[in-house]
């Protein structure tokens, strides 16, 4: 069992994820601030999930004055431009919405499926994780880069596999590094299971670790003109 303070402040963190997603998600539809691209309706609550209020901050300060509404209650035809810093964090939110989602339901379905691989449940969730996180982050971008571009389905995939496929593997990284240590440093003899809150909060921490090894990789990306700067 986790200790009792890492129990309390899991459940402060999960609640305070699940709020900023919820406010969020209630800006969006119940207030009409639709994103102009629709696939950031998605990328926003799910960056909540792991940020947190920041993400709420972020999303106020950039996100909405991507939407039609706004743009309209302030009598603009586009949004502002975003500082440079802004829109590479707006390009790994991106890739890590997939990531998060994909990270998500492995580790749950490994869970309830009791999986391993060499005999330990973090490699099954390895495997799962990945798979699922290239699969969704390939669509978030194919969504993002074919309007844009105006490709069809065979070179928009192309295009979006070239401009993700990097950021989603050194996202992966930081995570899959972090739940090395969850798992064999932090709690070697009792491992934390999705059904302990600490799990979760860990994840969410490792998430966030994973976000910034995958900055680098944007970085480069948004400067050679492989990833639309979002």
């Known amino acids: 069992m ?4 890492l129990t309390v402040v899991s459940w402060i963190a999960l609640a305070a994820a699940f709020a900023s997603a919820a406010v969020i998600l209630a800006d969006t539809y119940a207030r009409g601030y639709r994103q102009h691209m629709k696939v950031m309706e ?3 609550p799910v960056t909540a999930l792991y940020f947190g ?14 939407s039609h509404e706004w743009m309209q209650e302030h009598d603009r035809d586009q949004a502002p431009e975003k500082p440079g810093w802004a829109t590479v964090a707006t390009g790994v939110s991106h890739c890590g919405a997939g990531c998060t989602i994909g990270d998500v339901i492995a580790a749950t379905g490994v869970f309830l499926l009791g999986l391993t691989l060499f005999g330990h449940e973090i490699f099954a969730e390895y495997v ?20 844009m571009r105006g490709l069809g389905v065979r070179e928009g995939v192309k295009q979006a596999t070239k401009a993700d496929i990097l950021s989603l593997i050194t996202f992966e990284v930081g995570l899959f590094a ?12 009792h491992p934390l299971r999705p059904d302990d809150a600490a799990y979760w909060f860990l994840m969410q921490v490792g998430m966030v ?7 680098p990789a944007n970085v480069w990306l948004i400067r050679r ?4 700067a979002m």
């Open 128 to 147: 799962g994780s990945f798979v699922l996180a290239v699969l969704l982050g390939l669509a978030f971008q194919y969504f993002a880069i074919a309007p």
């Open 2 to 5: 986790p200790p009792t303070w």
């Open 42 to 44: 998605v990328v926003w």
């Open 53 to 66: 209020p920041v993400a709420v901050w972020g999303y106020y300060r950039f996100g909405r004055k991507e």
């Open 225 to 228: 003109g492989i990833k639309e």
């Open 209 to 215: 670790i994973g976000f910034f090894t995958s900055v």
């Open 178 to 189: 972090w739940m090395a240590l969850m798992r064999f440093v932090f709690f070697p003899e």
